[in-house]
């Protein structure tokens, strides 16, 4: 069975798509089967991996809004074990075209469960907001990955994403989990930084990535290029990075499989 992990912060800028496009590449060159379902209206994961805008007909809109099943609007990619769901800006009017629907909150679940038995992993990047659309994402997933700046008031906001999160697995979904907190955009040279990254540490505890994704001019080329950064670098710190990520998470999927396993041994 496959994970569902969703990529998500209210607040824009902080890495949340580079996030969702280069995990995703690293997943895959790990012949780990992907798919990246993008519901952010910008379409900005879609198209960096290299997918124009206006070449598809169909998107996740279709998806949630019209009950389309995900199989019929799936886009390969440079990556063989790597599919996106390409999201478009028909979604910035699905929270009004879904607000009398009583299923409003679970379009996007009914849309992939039949397809998690299908992939490794399965990632949804979510819009900068806290909206209909991130809220399908959350009750959808396994789990949430929350990228955070490093910067000044890179802990502004998050508090009211985390009460999200515990509103959602308290009414909707009991069973999602905080993958991890990801600090990005890392400058080791700056003060600043590393002292963002002590408080992070202070207040996440090991819910905190051991993984830091640096400030990486590559990082930023890349998406410009329709590539995920392992194509267009590999040998980038960006990509280095971004490599030892997709390790961390499928080493703890695999801790976290073998717990459950104990746990049905040793009821059985």
């Known amino acids: 069975m496959g994970k569902v992990i969703a990529i998500a912060n209210q607040k824009g800028g902080v890495g949340k798509t580079t996030t969702a496009i280069n995990l995703g590449a690293s997943l895959a060159a790990a012949d780990m089967r992907t798919l ?35 199989t019929s609007i799936l886009q390969s990619t440079e990556l063989e074990a790597l599919l996106v769901a390409p999201a478009s800006r028909e979604l910035v009017g699905a929270t009004v075209e879904l607000a009398q629907e009583a299923d409003r909150h679970h379009r996007l679940k009914v849309a992939i469960d039949p397809l998690v038995e299908s992939y490794d992993y399965i990632l949804i990047d979510c819009p900068p907001s806290l909206d209909l659309l991130t809220v399908n994402a959350l009750i959808a997933a396994h789990s949430v990955l929350i990228p955070i700046q490093c910067e000044y008031f890179a802990l502004e906001g998050v508090s009211e994403f985390i009460e999200t999160v515990r509103q959602v697995r308290r009414l909707r979904n009991p069973d999602l989990a905080i993958e991890g907190v990801l600090l990005t955009m890392f400058d080791e040279r700056t003060n600043l930084s590393n002292q963002v990254m002590e408080d992070l540490r202070g207040f996440f505890g090991p819910q905190l990535f051991e993984t830091i994704i640096p400030r990486n001019i590559r990082l930023g080329e890349a998406p410009s290029h329709g590539q995920p950064i392992l194509l267009y670098d590999i040998k980038s710190k960006g990509a280095e990075s971004y490599i030892r990520l997709a390790k961390e998470i499928i080493h703890g999927t695999e801790k976290s499989l073998g717990t459950r396993l104990e746990r049905v041994i040793g009821h059985a």
Request: aromatic residues 6%; glycine residues 12%.
């Open 36 to 70: 990246l379902v993008d519901v952010d209206p910008q379409s900005n994961a879609t198209s960096g991996l290299g997918i124009r805008k206006g070449s598809y007909s169909r998107s996740t809109y279709h998806a949630l809004v019209h009950g389309e099943p995900l």
